[in-house]
Nanobody
Framework: QVQLVESGGGLVQAGGSLRLSCAGS????????MGWFRQAPGKEREFVAQ????????IYGNSVKGRSTISRDNANNTAYLQLSSLKPEDTAIYYC??????????????????????WGQGTQVTVSS
């Protein structure tokens, strides 16, 4: 099972940008898709974005579509989430997670939390108005 550690969160003004990182340990990192979710206080965990194991396919949640970019660097076992044009409603804890499916090739629906087997501890993003 891959171990994941997020970083890059912080306090940013509305309209600003952040790049979140997710460092993975273990030789299997490059064989699994990576996803990002977020959870605001009192709300359910929400899908943000996912990238396949080889970076060939991407999918985004509606709330961040057009304002975020997911990427990965398998040589360094790291996934990234670039957030731009941030809004106060983007305030949440952001989690990265590793897909349960070995070398998933495509998405048939919006990913669910149950599609992921390993999770990081999360990184707080706070957007001030």
């Amino acid at each position: 099972q891959v171990q994941l550690v997020e970083s890059g969160g912080g306090l940013v003004q509305a309209g600003g940008s952040l790049r979140l990182s997710c460092a993975g340990s273990g030789r299997t990192f490059s064989s699994y898709g990576m996803g990002w979710f977020r959870q605001a206080p009192g709300k359910e965990r929400e899908f943000v974005a996912q990238i396949t194991w080889d970076g060939g396919r991407l999918i985004y949640g509606n709330s961040v579509k057009g304002r975020s970019t997911i990427s990965r660097d398998n040589a360094n076992n790291t996934a990234y989430l670039q957030l731009s044009s941030l809004k106060p409603e983007d305030t949440a804890i952001y989690y990265c997670a590793a897909d349960k499916i070995f070398r998933r090739q495509y998405f048939i629906r919006t990913p669910l939390t149950s599609d992921f087997g390993s999770w990081g501890q999360g990184t707080q993003v706070t957007v001030s108005s």
